[in-house]
């Protein structure tokens, strides 16, 4: 090879190695649903805090599916046959305890089973759809609630501290304004990872735990209800971690995967009003 070549062949083959990471971590990047709406909740600041948080520690594009305030909704996209097959993970944060269309429910569930698409369940979405006739939904939850305590501040006890999700999570966590969903049912598929007791009903209930259901990996917790319990680092790590553990992600020592990493954390700005306010939901017809 002649001699004038040779230099920029190598400049070229720097140049390739030097991009290399940053194919690879493109090619890792997942694509996320966000469902969310209903009653009750701050829904739009919280669609910032889930976005922004998990993107800023997973490596994840998001679309989001927001539907209204009703809790008879059924959220549109769901209508869709193929609605999950674009994405990695959906993250429900949806509020709709009125809808009981069977039918409806059950093919939000074979939907993630079928493809084998992960889930995780934040808060109200424990409670969605707890009045229809079949336990789809809560079997791929991995616990059964339909309702929760006043609101009181809770001491969140951590289960297992040497599971990856938990890893870098408190051994005591403390929330100054909580609202405890009260687990009526755990089914055997589920791991609690994280309990706190109950002031209304006098005994421990499991806040956060993962389950596996039809080989699907679904992440959970019931933490979630104010603003300030999402907008932390705590949280916002402890479900980045969720995330990573259900697409297979994460270390065991609680670390991304390489090409799973985010943008790196920073401030969210929750620039448009923040009721946190209880609201009274629409009552179901």
């Excluded at 990695?88 to 993630?112: K, L, P």
């Amino acid at each position: 090879m002649p001699h004038r070549l040779i230099r920029p062949l190598l400049i070229l083959l720097f140049v390739a190695c030097l991009a290399a990471p940053s194919l690879a971590e493109e090619k890792a990047k997942l694509k996320g649903l966000l469902i969310t709406g209903g009653c009750c909740h701050d829904y739009p600041n919280q669609i910032k805090i889930i976005t922004q948080g998990l993107s800023q520690r997973v490596s994840i594009d998001w679309d989001v599916a927001l539907a209204g305030e009703d809790r008879n909704i059924q959220v549109p996209v769901y209508q869709n046959h193929d609605w999950i097959k674009p994405y990695d993970i959906v993250v429900h944060n949806e509020c709709y305890g009125g809808v009981t269309d069977v039918d409806f429910i059950e093919g939000i569930v074979a939907a993630h089973t079928e493809n084998k698409i992960p889930a995780i369940f934040i808060h109200c979405s424990m409670h969605s759809y707890r009045n229809a006739k079949t336990d789809e939904w809560r079997k791929l939850i991995g616990q059964r609630s339909t309702s929760h305590e006043g609101k009181h501040p809770l001491d969140v006890v951590t289960l297992e501290s040497d599971h990856p999700i938990m890893k870098g999570f408190p051994q005591n966590w403390k929330v100054e304004r909580g609202e405890l969903y009260k687990i009526e049912k755990t089914w055997d598929s589920a791991t609690p990872l994280a309990k706190a007791y109950g002031v209304d009903t006098k005994k421990d209930h499991v806040v956060i735990w993962t389950n596996e259901y039809k080989g699907t990996k679904t992440f959970s917790t019931t933490l979630g209800h104010y603003n300030e319990t999402m907008n932390n680092d705590d949280w916002l790590g402890l479900v980045a971690r969720g995330v990573l553990w259900t697409v297979d992600g994460l270390n065991e020592d609680g670390t991304p995967k390489a090409g799973f990493e985010g943008t790196g954390k920073q401030e969210i700005d929750l620039s448009t009003p923040n009721p946190d306010k209880d609201k009274k939901p629409t009552p179901a017809k």
